[in-house]
């Protein structure tokens, strides 16, 4: 994901549109169960910030698939994350995040790849339902209670 801010860097544009589609496996991001198995769409803008910083600013969209954590049904969920990050140059361009919180580019090509990813993970959630009451299942024998009354106990036997 290089985007060329020559235009930028001499002052011939104040800022670059970029409305992007990044293809999943290029993104890699999964956390347990959650994963992003189609492309995440990203609209935004690079501005220059002056003195080699480039501020990126958008918003990014990605369907999250995994299973509800109670009743295991597989569930997509959208989620959209606001993106502004600041891009230094010279600094690394390994990816890594510096101290400061900024990103590094070297020259003219600058890479949305690791801001992107940074962003979407923190924006994973810890888990996903298939409803915010979903039901889950039965501890006793697996009915889905969603669904089905299976007429277990539902009080956990300690013994
Ligand atoms: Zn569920
Ligand atoms: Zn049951």
Avoid at 14 to 41: K, N, W
Avoid at 120 to 135: G, W
Avoid at 142 to 152: I, V
Wanted: with cysteine; hydrophobic share 40%.
């Amino acid at each position: 994901m290089l985007i060329d801010i020559h235009a930028l860097s001499h002052g011939r544009a104040a800022s670059i549109e970029i409305e992007t589609e990044i293809p999943a496996h290029e993104l890699a991001v999964s956390l347990q169960e959650i994963r992003v198995d189609s492309p995440v769409h990203f609209v935004g803008r690079l501005t220059n910030a002056g003195r080699g910083a480039i501020h990126l600013e958008g918003t990014l969209s990605a369907e999250l698939t995994g299973l509800c954590a109670r009743c295991l049904v597989p569930v997509t969920r959208p989620v959209v994350v606001a993106i502004s990050e600041m891009f230094r140059s010279g600094m690394t361009t390994d990816g890594a995040e510096s101290a400061d919180g900024s990103y590094g580019y070297r020259g003219y090509t600058l890479d949305l790849l690791p801001p992107l990813r940074d962003n979407l993970v923190l924006a994973l959630p810890q888990r996903l339902l298939c409803r915010e009451d979903c039901l889950g299942l039965c501890p006793v024998c697996g009915a889905d209670r969603n669904t089905t009354t299976c007429g277990c106990a539902t009080a956990e036997q300690n013994d």
